[in-house]
């Protein structure tokens, strides 16, 4: 499986890029997110598209990402039954990643469905299905006024993609963090999988 793709882009619109890398031209399908990222770059610059390639009968399709974050989101919609790569493109081209977390997390039903082609029943099998994996911002989930911890993020983060309910997860880490707040993403990770 790919990474990521980095190149120059020969060719850029809304719904894909063009990335020549070493002589090879990949064509990524992307979201209006990561095509008004790419657009700021000029054709000389190289970009760097974190991918995804969904393997059918009839092809081999690349989905690209600015971010991996991004790319993260579009892996936790497509696990959700009914939502396939094009979808979750629409869907992350309707919102922004921020937007889409705070959607999920408030379970947000009519924002979803204002989205082309999500009906009602999909719109709430993604916040069920989603709820307790998806990710907020984390100076809303941290109980003290520090500022936002990559190291929780990153963890939490972790935590989510092994299986563990988001609310369990913040609880151990919050916990973590406040006992020992330079403690590295390795070390809470291991003590949060103890404590659960």
Not at 29 to 45: F, Q
Not at 103 to 115: D, E, M
Request: glycine share 6%.
């Amino acid at each position: 499986m790919y990474d990521y793709i980095s190149g120059k882009i020969s060719e850029l619109n809304p719904a894909y890029a063009v990335l020549d890398n070493s002589g090879m031209g990949y064509m990524i399908n992307i979201s209006l997110t990561t095509y008004n990222e790419v657009s700021k770059r000029s054709r000389d610059e190289v970009a760097k598209l974190y991918v995804y390639e969904a393997i059918r009968e009839d092809a081999h399709v690349l989905f690209g990402f600015a971010t991996k974050h991004e790319r993260e989101l579009f892996m936790l919609l497509i696990s959700v039954s009914g939502v396939g790569p094009n979808t979750a493109r629409m869907i992350l081209s309707s919102l922004s990643p921020a937007d889409l977390e705070q959607c999920i997390a408030s379970g947000n039903v009519s924002l979803l469905k204002s989205v082309k082609g999500i009906g009602g029943k999909t719109a709430q099998r993604i916040l069920v299905d989603l709820k307790d994996k998806i990710k907020v911002a984390s100076d809303t989930l941290l109980d003290n006024d520090s500022a936002p911890s990559a190291v929780y993020d990153e963890a939490l983060a972790a935590l989510v993609m092994l299986g563990f309910s988001q609310q369990m997860s913040q609880k151990a880490l919050k916990k973590l963090l406040k006992d020992s707040p330079n403690i590295t993403v390795e070390e809470a990770i291991k003590k949060a999988l103890k404590m659960m």
